[in-house]
């Protein structure tokens, strides 16, 4: 079994092949990890159950975290990029083994195991954190029956956006994906802000979450013909606005001194002349490490989602963005009415806005 996991993960690091053509050494791992899960197995019937609230958003189920491998471009991009920021942590401390905080790692330990199959324990150890007890036993197991015991530092049934690190023995690497598209719903920026607060040094995977606001004609995004083409060379038609939020050490390090349960977004512009067939979108794109990105429909995490804004979008208003944290977190944004805002510059926190942040729907309005 080690040497089938081993087998399948050096395929997937191996440089210069394109992820979308590996989703058969994907399965293969996904096969050898279930193969070798203990007791647990995931629910054929009700997928969501064994979900958990928690104050800073979802937990997906033990079953649907189990499922997350087979968004495969996701997990190599993932599996990858953390791969690249254990060997740049080695280069900062080549004297031991690089220590990964995986928080979220569901019950196959899905982005770890492929680099512990292929990496010896004296190159990096992995502590292994999931909120549902389930999960950690049977990454657990999984471990066990692969002889991979050497290369965990510990397992650990915590919440992350509250869990305390061992100050003696930082992480060099944090590896965080509890995630969906436009940083909604579950928890990461919660937990990405939480563990760097503890760890300011450690290398992030995922490097940077950006998510850009883009008008887009639907007709012609959506074209099945445009879909069943090479997507580079897909005629989409879109108009960029602007970045309204990042999720990155150095955004993290910026929240610093903001209170309360709101992060700062941008303000974008909508152009002067626009017709109306446009409709406003919110674009993911995530770098898990250097060049490893997932950009728009490589993955359910960057599928393009429409942004909920309070107000009629129309030529020339202002959109303010800001990100809710909380129960359920994700970004919310509203037209100003006052065209003076300053547009590209961070949101005034000052300033309320509401929640739920619902209305126009992001359906462009021409002006009459
Ligand atoms: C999207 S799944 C990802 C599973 C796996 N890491 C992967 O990438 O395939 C998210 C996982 O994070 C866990 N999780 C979510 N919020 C968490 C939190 N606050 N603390 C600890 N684990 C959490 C869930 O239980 C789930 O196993």
Redesign the pocket.
């Known amino acids: 079994m080690i040497e089938r996991l081993r087998k399948a993960a050096l395929s997937l690091l191996e440089p210069g092949v394109p992820a979308s053509s590996l989703r058969p050494e994907v399965l293969e791992m996904m096969a050898v990890l279930a193969s070798s899960r203990g007791s647990w197995s995931p629910r054929t019937d009700d997928i969501a159950a064994g979900e958990?609230r928690?104050p800073?958003?979802?937990?997906?189920s033990?079953t649907?975290?189990?499922m997350?491998?087979d968004d495969f471009m996701r997990?190599i991009a993932?599996v990858r990029g953390t791969h690249a920021a254990i060997v740049d942590a080695r280069k900062r401390a080549p004297d031991r083994p690089a220590r990964v905080l995986?928080?979220?790692?569901?019950?196959?330990?899905?982005?770890a195991m492929p680099l512990m199959a292929v990496l010896p324990s004296t190159e990096a150890t992995f502590t292994l954190?999931?909120?549902?007890p389930e999960?950690i036993a049977s990454a657990m197991a999984i471990v066990d029956a692969l002889g991979l015991s050497g290369s965990v530092a510990r397992y650990e049934i915590?919440?992350?956006?509250s869990?305390r690190l061992d100050p003696e023995q930082p992480p060099d690497v944090i590896l965080v994906?509890?995630?969906r598209a436009c940083l909604e719903a579950?928890?990461q920026v919660?937990?990405t802000r939480h563990l760097l607060r503890q760890a300011p040094h450690a290398l992030l995977v995922p490097e940077e979450v950006r998510i850009e606001f883009t008008l887009v004609d639907p007709a012609r995004e959506f074209d099945p013909d445009c879909i069943a083409q090479n997507r580079q060379a897909a005629p989409r038609d879109r108009i960029p606005v602007g970045l309204v939020f990042t999720l990155s050490r150095e955004a993290a390090a910026s929240w610093a001194g903001c209170p309360g349960d709101q992060l700062p977004g941008a303000t974008v512009c909508i152009p002067e002349s626009l017709e109306r067939r446009y409709q406003a979108m919110l674009f993911t794109v995530i770098r898990t490490r250097g060049n490893h990105v997932l950009r728009d429909y490589d993955s359910g995490l960057t599928c393009p989602r429409v942004p909920s804004i309070q107000g009629a979008i129309q030529p020339g208003v202002a959109v303010r963005f800001r990100y809710a944290l909380g129960s359920h977190p994700g970004l919310c944004a509203e037209v100003l009415h006052d065209r003076q805002a300053d547009c590209g510059r961070d949101s005034d926190l000052a300033a309320p806005i509401g929640r739920p942040c619902c209305g126009g729907g992001g359906r462009f309005h021409a002006a009459s």
């Open positions: 958990t928690t800073d958003g979802v937990a997906i033990p649907m975290a189990a997350c491998a997990t993932f995986y928080a979220g790692c569901g019950p196959y330990a899905t982005l954190l999931d909120l549902h999960s915590a919440d992350a956006a869990h994906e509890v995630m579950e928890p919660a937990v």
